[in-house]
């Protein structure tokens, strides 16, 4: 037999009338279907139709193309005769479409004759033995084309009407699987086998992939996390996956929700699949016969979800008669005429939701009923016999009067969860009847009532109160509230007259306390209190807590909060920001004897109040004292503590850290720190930068490495050398404007076996043989603008071989003569960098002069007497920049700067020649040179040059970088003489360029 899919659901609605060769299927036409075999051909003209060259044409209708679904699974009951009919209707079809489509279309149809039988002959073969096999598109397609074409013959011309195919899209709807599936599995109703033909060809296996899945695996392990739409497109992989979608397993759900579906089209649905347990109709166009069908088809419903229209009262009659149902849904819809009365009785039924529809009276006979929610519902009375309800939501249902919600409540004594939420006609003697007849009542939602205060309300049983916005409920409530002694969850959230709570339940959880604006006391004693949530309420200025679960307690932005009391042995984190009247005396509720013994984390932010902070607390890890700007004196002793941040706290005068586990410290942000005492055991970075008005300083840190003390102007030598006596480890020690430091100083340094990097800028030193004699392993040596320095200080650098180890010198803004750089220079060999910028007494540099012998600046005798050979220079980084003197820079080749990489000579103002020779230059700054007029440059390797606001002219620029074959980035910003025309002759000269930067001239404009 063959199985024709077309498209049954749609989402838009179908033409009646296509473009060129189109019609519509006749009813008294049959499906062409063999009887007489079991093979099935599956031809899918929804998917395949671009495949067969089909051009567009009219699209059937809904009504249309089920009425084919129907006849064509009619014809399996009606024998061979009308499935001829049938074939001979589709040959004829593709012949028209044919004739349309020219060659294209005979030669599709040709080509497809050729595999049809060896594909479907392997393809029966491999479904015999259970292997899957998986063809491409285009070759079933071409298969089932000239399959129906050699059947047909030319009997085309006998049939008065055509069946057009649908216009192709990009993409298939999920209700177009439903159906070709729906069509596909209603062939197969004892889900055999099907045997293959016995003519078959060897060129099948071009389209084909085998996959050894046994139909076990697939429905356990497959199929099983597919839905409805895989499911689908599963089925049109082969037979086997076909067969095995099928399995009613997978269809005990029919989802239809916002679906196109005609009643005929469910109808089918429901008779395939008569074992479906859930049905989903909501949103439909029939939605209500769509549900009776369903009421009155499917004997194992167990589960209806309808809504989106009007659902008429035959149906709740009807639902009474399915045995098996359990729960039902209905949701958004008109019950009824909206003013009638609505019965539903039902023996078993066990979860109902009738939600946002519209009904005058509502009564419901449901013995079996354990969950009903009416929530949002527009009914004046709802009359309940149900014995054994455990759950009811009424929320939100404005018309139902105060005497409605009594009786509904009070009629299933068996309650335990009650939600009135925002019915604002209950009242307290509601309550109180609701609470004398529903003894086991757990949870209770009232929020939102506004006539409620609680007054004589005993819920012994009740564990979860919530009461948001309840203007009734005030202070007075807390005792009718603590009657309650297994209440663990209580939500009293914008309760704008609650003044004050006070509980002591040993079971209370949670309390939610938000926006409470006359809220100024709250006193709880629990056990189990876990959470806490108390927020903006601005008049709060006191609270009491006694809780062994508490773990967490946050309480920002309580503005007038002056005392917190905590027994909390649990707790472990606690933020207070923002808490701006808090005082000196919550460190003592912190501190060991407390009541936190387990404190982890403390954060009071902007605690303004704070005027002395001293924590004891062996338990402390981290503590936070951001905008704490009042604060003047620290004192910690919290040997686990490991981050402190005191950003802000600008009026810090004394801290002490005895002892502390801190790894690093920042107090470069405390101005006025004047006394400090630190005992840090793992502590390896200190910071003191800006700390100006430190004077006495005790630091015990012996894995500190880095030290900071720069501008702390009243540090003097006996502190450092404390500090170096106790701190052996330090590799790095910034003494940068510290004009108290001396010799004595100096000399304590030659305990600092690892030191290598010594900033001694802006200091008063005269004297520099202290760091000579002490610093052995320095390397890197800063003495900006120290001015005291004469030329001799440095001549155990380049006479006596002082620091041998030493690679980075910074003699910026110096008063070091020419001679002495020269000598610098001319001996130093093993420098790789060399700052000497803003030194006035530097003129030229001048390493080519035919009067400076290059030994004497370079050379160095060899191991043979009579032979002398010059040293590579280690150089790597030249710094001169802002030297008014230098008028020239020349460095041949022979000057051996192999290293050199960077050379930076900007804002050199009296700068005219430049000369280099350097094969390992890269960047070149001459920025700002404005007398500069000669640029020789042999440079192989320079990448970047810079000659922003430079004077010279467009031929001396282009012989310059002539030579720089490797040059990227050139900046001729601000140039006068250059015009923005040159750029092109600047490429050409060197065509490695690749950024060139310029402004407009200013001459040609």
């Not at 604060?631 to 005068?653: A, Y």
């Not at 700002?928 to 031929?955: H, I, T, W, Y």
């Amino acid at each position: 037999m063959r199985i024709w899919c077309f498209h049954c659901f749609t989402d838009g609605d179908g033409e009646e009338n296509g473009g060129g060769v189109s019609g519509r299927l006749n009813q008294s036409s049959a499906t062409a279907m063999d009887n007489n075999s079991e093979d099935g051909d599956f031809i899918g003209f929804g998917e395949n139709e671009r495949e067969l060259g089909v051009a567009d044409g009219g699209i059937l209708s809904e009504h249309e193309r089920w009425t084919m679904c129907e006849e064509m699974l009619a014809t399996e009951e009606n024998g061979e005769a009308a499935g001829d009919e049938l074939e001979r209707l589709w040959s004829s079809e593709i012949r028209l479409h044919q004739l349309v489509q020219g060659e294209s279309s005979n030669a599709v149809a040709a080509a497809a004759a050729v595999a049809e039988d060896s594909t479907m002959e392997e393809a029966d073969h491999d479904s015999h033995h259970k292997r899957a096999k998986v063809y491409s598109g285009l070759a079933e397609c071409r298969s089932a084309a000239s399959g129906i074409s050699s059947e047909a013959g030319n009997s085309c011309s006998s049939v008065e009407r055509t069946l057009s195919f649908g216009v192709a899209s990009s993409s298939r709807t999920d209700t177009d699987m439903f159906c070709q599936n729906f069509i596909l599995n209603y062939s197969r109703k004892d889900g055999k086998k099907e045997d293959g033909d016995d003519n078959g060809s060897s060129d099948a296996e071009d389209f084909e992939v085998h996959i050894d899945l046994t139909d076990d695996l697939l429905h356990m392990v497959v199929f099983s996390f597919l839905d409805h739409v895989g499911l689908c497109r599963s089925a049109m992989v082969c037979r086997q996956w076909r067969v095995a979608s099928a399995h009613e397993d997978f269809w005990k759900v029919l989802n239809f929700e916002n679906m196109r579906i005609s009643v005929e089209q469910f109808e089918d649905m429901c008779l395939r699949y008569p074992n479906a347990t859930e049905v989903n109709v909501y949103g439909t166009t029939t939605v209500n016969a769509l549900a009776m069908k369903a009421a009155t088809t499917l004997r194992n419903l167990e589960v209806l979800t309808v809504g989106k229209g009007h659902i008429s009262e035959n149906l709740f009659q009807a639902l009474g008669e399915c045995s098996m149902l359990r729960n039902v849904t209905v949701s958004e819809a008109i019950l009824g005429n909206g003013a009638q009365e609505i019965h539903l009785s039902h023996d078993r039924l066990r979860e109902l939701k009738i939600t946002k529809c519209r009904v005058m009276r509502l009564s419901i006979r449901c013995p079996q009923l354990r969950s009903l929610s009416l929530k949002r519902s527009n009914m004046s009375q709802a009359i309940l016999n149900c014995p054994l309800l455990q759950l009811l939501d009424i929320a939100s249902c404005h018309k139902l009067l105060d005497a409605a919600i009594r009786s509904a409540a009070t009629s299933c004594p068996q309650l335990e969860s009650l939600d009135v939420s925002n019915c604002s006609c209950v009242s307290d003697e509601t309550l109180r009847e609701i609470a004398q007849a529903c003894a086991n009542l757990h949870l209770l939602n009232a929020s939102y009532c506004p006539n409620i205060s609680l007054e004589s309300v005993h819920l012994p049983m009740l564990t979860v109160l919530k009461l948001h916005s309840c203007e009734g409920i005030t202070s007075a409530s807390m005792t009718w509230i603590a009657n309650s002694p297994a209440l663990e969850v209580l939500e009293l959230d914008n309760c704008n007259l609650l003044t004050s709570v006070s509980l002591h339940l040993s079971r209370l959880q949670s309390i939610s306390l938000v926006h409470c604006r006359k809220f100024t006391d709250l006193n709880l004693q629990s056990t189990m209190l876990s959470s806490i949530t108390v927020s903006n309420c601005p008049a709060l200025r006191r609270i009491t807590i006694t809780s062994n679960s508490l773990r967490r307690l946050a309480l920002q932005k309580q503005e007038n909060l002056t005392t917190l009391v905590l027994q909390c042995h649990s707790l472990q984190e606690v933020d207070l920001s923002d808490c701006e009247s808090l005082s000196n005396t919550v460190c003592e509720i912190f501190s060991d004897d407390g009541g936190c013994p387990m404190l982890k984390s403390l954060i009071l932010d902007n605690c303004e109040s704070l005027t002395a902070v001293r924590f004891c607390n062996s338990s402390l890890a981290s503590l936070s004292l951001v905008g704490c700007r009042a604060v003047t004196s620290l004192e910690l002793k919290c040997p686990r503590i490991e981050q402190i941040c005191l950003d802000g706290c600008d009026h810090l005068e004394t801290a002490f850290f005895l002892p502390v586990a801190l790894r690093s410290l920042n107090l470069g942000i405390c101005p006025k720190l004047s006394v400090l005492n630190i005992e840090a055991p793992y502590m390896v970075s200190l910071e003191l930068k800006g700390c100006g008005v430190l004077s006495e300083a005790s630091i015990m840190c012996p894995l500190l490495t880095s030290l900071d003390a720069s501008f702390c102007s009243q540090l003097r030598d006996d502190c450092l050398s404390a500090t170096t006596a106790s701190c052996p480890l330090i590799e790095s020690l910034v003494l940068m404007s510290c004009p108290s430091i001396g010799s004595d100083g100096l000399s304590s340094l030659n305990g600092l076996q690892n030191l290598t990097v010594l900033d001694l800028s802006y200091t008063f030193l005269m004297n520099l043989e202290p760091v000579f004699k002490s610093c052995i392993q320095l390397k890197v040596l800063k003495l900006q603008a120290c001015k005291y320095l004469t030329d001799s200080s440095l001549e155990p650098l380049y006479k006596e071989g002082a620091l041998p180890a030493l690679e980075e010198l910074d003699l910026s803004y110096g008063t070091l003569c020419q001679t002495a750089i020269d000598d610098l220079l001319a001996c130093c060999t093993h420098l790789t960098h060399l700052s000497l910028n803003g030194c006035v007494n530097m003129h030229d540099l001048d390493w080519g002069s035919a009067s400076v012998q290059l030994f004497d600046y370079f050379g160095v005798y060899s191991a043979s007497e009579n032979t002398q050979e010059p040293a590579n220079r280690l150089l790597q980084n030249l710094n001169c920049v802002g030297c008014p003197n230098i008028r020239k820079v020349s460095i041949p080749s022979a000057a051996r700067f192999y290293h050199l990489s960077s050379l930076n000579l900007s804002l050199s103002v009296n700068l005219k020649e430049v000369d280099l020779a350097c094969s390992n230059l890269v960047l070149l700054n001459l920025s700002n040179c404005c007398s500069l007029e000669v640029l020789k440059l042999g440079c192989p390797r320079l990448a970047s040059l810079f000659l922003q606001s430079c004077n010279m002219d467009e031929a001396g620029v282009e012989a310059a970088i002539s030579g720089c074959s490797s040059l990227e980035t050139l900046d001729l910003r601000f140039c006068p003489k250059i015009s923005s025309v040159s750029m092109a002759r600047f490429r050409t000269v060197c065509p490695s360029l690749k950024r060139v930067f310029s402004s407009p001239n200013l001459l040609q404009d």
